[in-house]
């Protein structure tokens, strides 16, 4: 089994930085695949940004904006957020994989074995 906890969301304004951090224990060594997602009040869960061993893979609506980044030694993935906009309000979860999943297919939450129990963002205009 593996553990996700998600720290840093917090209340900030437009425009300000945010870094989340998702720390990963138990079988860390069957995953492959991680991610983070995001839920709006009433929406969908979107694919924010995820990593399966080569560069990270951003969706659109974060891409230049957000940057994934590991700390194997840690066992702990970051999202760091720059410009942040009122539209990016929602719960971040962190999720992984025990496969590789290459390319588009890191952004289905469908494919992803793990998720962690999600941590609140709320910009403000």
């Known amino acids: 089994q593996v553990q996700l906890a998600e720290s840093g969301g917090g209340v900030v304004q437009a425009g300000d930085s945010l870094r989340l951090s998702c720390a990963v224990s138990?079988?860390?060594?069957?995953?492959?695949?991680m991610g983070w997602f995001r839920q709006g009040l009433g929406m969908d869960r979107e694919f924010v940004a995820a990593?399966?061993?080569?560069?990270?893979y951003y969706g659109d609506s974060v891409k230049g904006r957000f940057t994934l980044s590991r700390d194997s030694a840690k066992n702990t993935m970051y999202l760091q957020m720059n410009s942040l906009k009122p539209e990016d309000t929602a719960i971040y979860y962190c999720?992984?994989?025990?496969?590789?999943?290459?390319?588009?297919?890191?952004?289905?939450?469908?494919?992803?074995?793990?998720w962690g129990q999600g941590t609140q963002v709320t910009v403000s205009s």
């Open positions: 990593v399966t061993g080569g560069s990270p």
């Open positions: 999720a992984a994989r025990r496969g590789r999943s290459p390319g588009p297919s890191m952004s289905f939450p469908s494919l992803y074995d793990y």
């Open positions: 138990g079988r860390t060594d069957s995953v492959q695949t």
